[in-house]
């Protein structure tokens, strides 16, 4: 066609949607990618290294697992710890003030030696890793995750596959600035965070953390990951978070629905079986045609350990009212429960999760369901 010819209306919506769907398809299978790599980094290298260390894994108390829990301060410093951020899209102009996205810290061989020399492996380090559906991805994510700040996973402007385009990169933001958009959106202020004095400001900064799904002294990974949550939601972003702290040693997912306007959690733990709970789900797993030993547990020989996925959502506390007015502050209510328990396959072949109620009540209700990927 001559480039003076426009292309026909119909051609361009064609291409367009084809693009949107190469998109769509590209995120969803690298946040897969992701999440897969991450559990296996942030809790199962965890476990072992622990392990290999003779120290005992400090694994989370089922009880904990209650919204509003608290969540003991100690950091481990054998668990290793994460921070990545995936884009369905490009990172817009609006927003790179928040995300420290320069020309020093784009994936290049030269920009990671600046800040990490002695990097292990950098210097078999391959350009085309980049891209999400390279089989060396996933080893690049694991060699840059160390190092400080986040990972920035996002499209191409002019390319519907995603690749790692920055590392080091810092999430800055007024925790003030964060808090009073949140209040608004809300409806429990009106125009400013101060309005209804400095005690409802320290109430509101610890809500603000529980809205997250972490306890209210949350700082470094934690308190970069829900302000990067914030940040892309209101920003009208689909987009997802994925962090690990050495304190609370649970690998959290946010996912940010910019339609919505609000932010979903999922969170990863290493769950110990008590030996006769472990034989009561091998048995009924078999009934079932599920291979508990080799597909559920973290060593097949070892001492029974699984994966245990929490999904949670968020309350009417903390939902704005549907006719947008005020609402009346309630510090003693929650702002999240739990809509789900369940202990995932450890191989990408297997797909069927397991119903498991253990925050508030163990062994009771267990049923196979399938694997809901979040879009």
């Known amino acids: 066609m ?65 919204p509003g829990s608290v969540v003991p301060t100690k950091e ?115 125009r400013s965070l101060y309005e209804q004095g400095e005690s409802f400001v320290d109430q509101f900064e610890r809500k603000f953390f529980e809205y997250f799904n972490y306890y209210h002294n949350a700082a470094g990974r934690r308190s970069a990951s829900a302000l990067a949550a914030q940040l892309l939601t209101f920003g009208g972003q689909c987009a997802d978070i994925f962090s690990t702290s050495q304190q609370d040693r649970r690998f959290t997912v946010l996912s940010c629905n910019a339609e919505k306007q609000d932010v979903e959690i999922e969170q990863y733990i290493l769950l110990a079986l008590e030996d006769e709970e472990c034989k009561l789900l091998k048995g009924w797993g078999k009934e079932h045609g599920l291979n508990i030993r080799n597909d559920y547990l973290v060593s097949p020989n070892g001492p029974p350990v699984a994966v245990l996925r929490v999904r949670y959502q968020h309350t009417e506390a903390a939902t704005p009212n549907p006719d947008g007015g005020l609402k009346e502050w309630a510090p003693r209510e ?27 009540k163990r062994n009771e209700g267990i049923e196979c369901i399938e694997w809901r990927v979040l879009g």
């Open 76 to 190: 481990h410093e054998l668990h290793n710890h994460a921070l990545v951020v995936l884009l369905a899209n490009h990172l817009p102009k609006s927003l790179r003030k928040h995300f420290r996205c320069r020309e020093g810290n784009r994936v290049i061989k030269k920009n990671i030696a600046a800040v990490a020399p002695d990097l292990p492996n950098l210097e078999a380090f391959d350009p085309a890793s980049k891209k999400a559906d390279h089989p060396d991805f996933p080893a690049l994510v694991r060699m840059l995750i160390p190092l400080d700040f986040a990972l920035l996973v996002q499209r191409d402007e002019e390319d519907p596959e995603h690749y790692l385009t920055h590392f080091h990169v810092k999430i800055e933001r007024l925790t003030d600035m964060a808090l009073r958009a949140m209040a608004l959106h809300l409806g429990y202020v009106e």
């Open 334 to 360: 929650k702002w999240i429960r739990i809509s789900e328990e369940a202990l995932i396959p450890l191989k990408p072949e297997v797909s069927a999760c397991i119903n498991y109620p253990v925050a508030y």
């Open 2 to 66: 001559s480039p003076d010819v426009e292309e026909p209306a119909d051609e361009t919506e064609a291409h367009d949607e084809a693009f949107a769907q190469s998109t769509a398809e590209s995120y969803r299978a690298t946040r897969q990618t992701i999440i897969r790599e991450l559990i296996d980094y942030s809790l199962l290298s965890s476990y072992q290294k622990f392990r290999k260390n003779r120290v005992e894994y400090p694994f989370v108390p089922r009880a904990t697992l209650r």
